[in-house]
């Protein structure tokens, strides 16, 4: 998905002649700490909460009292990977997306971008996680679908991390099931490292084991 289409619809903009103050209600509103600031409908920079707290006199205008300009921006054909590194990077609750002429397109919000990535991810998706611990050079995402494969298992998605401490890959396998017995024993088989797992049950079975536990009790 393309940086335009994250775009908010909602996200006002400030303008030189507004004041510190209406800025400050404006992200207290719509609960960022920073905002667009447009002139002639080109971006200017992002104008931010701690810095205009920082103000002794709060009723400045924006243009006597701004700073360095501070003007973070994404591309309106840039993926979302570039925008959500740019969050990362500059710790930002919105990112103004632009032409390759300055000309303001509108925001993506820090709540847009992480609806997206629950998306991507398949949070939403019921299944289970699990999580392989395997060396760099050991890493196979073809070996890795293949056993899933062969479990009739459907992977939603795979991120992996590099632990730090351990120098290891940490390979977040969402599937499309809840059941995992039988693909963990088969990454097991294959020497495969499982560090963790967790799996939803379905509501029914969850009934049916606190029945058969309430019916041994009974019986005792």
């Given at each position: 998905m393309l940086a335009q289409e994250l775009i908010s619809s909602v996200v006002p903009v400030l303008h030189p002649m507004?004041?510190?103050?209406?800025?400050?209600?404006?992200?207290?509103?719509?609960?960022?700490?920073?905002?667009?600031?447009?002139?002639?409908?080109?971006?200017?920079?992002?104008?931010?909460?701690?810095?205009?707290?920082?103000?002794?006199?709060?009723?400045?205008?924006?243009?006597?009292?701004?700073?360095?300009?501070?003007?973070?921006?994404?591309?309106?054909?840039?993926?979302?990977?570039?925008?959500?590194?740019?969050?990362?990077?500059?710790?930002?609750?919105?990112?103004?997306?632009?032409?390759?002429?300055?000309?303001?397109?509108?925001?993506?919000?820090?709540?847009?971008m992480l609806a997206?990535?629950?998306?991507?991810?398949?949070?939403?998706?019921?299944?289970?996680?699990?999580?392989?611990?395997v060396g760099p050079r050991d890493y196979s995402l073809a070996e890795i679908a293949r056993i899933a494969e062969s479990n009739d298992v459907t992977l939603l998605s795979v991120n992996t991390i590099t632990n730090p401490g351990s120098g290891k890959l940490e390979i977040l396998l969402k599937t499309n099931r809840q059941d995992l017995q039988n693909l963990i024993a088969t990454f097991e088989r294959f020497n495969y490292t499982i560090k963790y797992t967790f799996s939803e049950e379905l509501e029914e079975d969850l009934v049916k084991k606190n029945y058969d536990l309430l019916m041994s009790y009974l019986s005792m």
């Open positions: 507004d004041t510190g103050a209406k800025a400050l209600r404006l992200m207290n509103e719509y609960h960022l700490t920073q905002l667009p600031m447009v002139t002639d409908n080109k971006y200017v920079g992002l104008v931010e909460e701690d810095d205009i707290i920082d103000w002794e006199d709060p009723d400045l205008l924006l243009e006597t009292a701004a700073g360095s300009v501070f003007k973070p921006a994404v591309l309106e054909g840039a993926h979302f990977y570039e925008a959500l590194k740019l969050f990362h990077d500059f710790k930002l609750s919105a990112l103004p997306v632009v032409t390759r002429e300055n000309e303001y397109l509108g925001v993506i919000t820090k709540d847009n997206m990535l629950a998306m991507y991810n398949g949070v939403k998706e019921p299944g289970g996680l699990v999580v392989l611990e």
